[in-house]
């Protein structure tokens, strides 16, 4: 957890409009005590919140260098998942 944003826990979160997401500041989602994601809100002129969003893309990218499922395949699990 970080002492830079704010955080919030995931129940908190799907709860909120995208309106209201749309408000927030960048915060820290949590789930069971352990940090489940970041999300960013970028605020600012449309350059401000290019060079938010490419730098936020550039991330996502290492990140998922490393491991992890994309939405089709996670949906494709749980399809094919025994019952």
């Known amino acids: 957890m970080s002492d830079l944003?704010?955080?919030m826990s995931i129940t908190e979160f799907r709860k909120l409009k995208a309106e209201e997401i749309r408000e927030l500041k960048a915060v820290e989602i949590m789930s069971d005590g352990e940090?489940?994601?970041t999300a960013i809100?970028?605020?600012?002129?449309?350059?401000a919140r290019d060079y938010i969003k490419t730098q936020a893309e550039y991330l996502a990218l290492k990140a998922n260098i490393s491991?992890?499922?994309s939405p089709e395949e996670l949906i494709?699990?749980?399809?094919?998942?025994p019952v």
């Open 67 to 69: 491991g992890g499922l």
């Open 41 to 47: 809100i970028p605020h600012g002129d449309v350059v």
């Open 76 to 81: 494709k699990e749980k399809v094919d998942a």
């Open 35 to 37: 940090h489940l994601f």
């Open 5 to 7: 944003i704010p955080t």
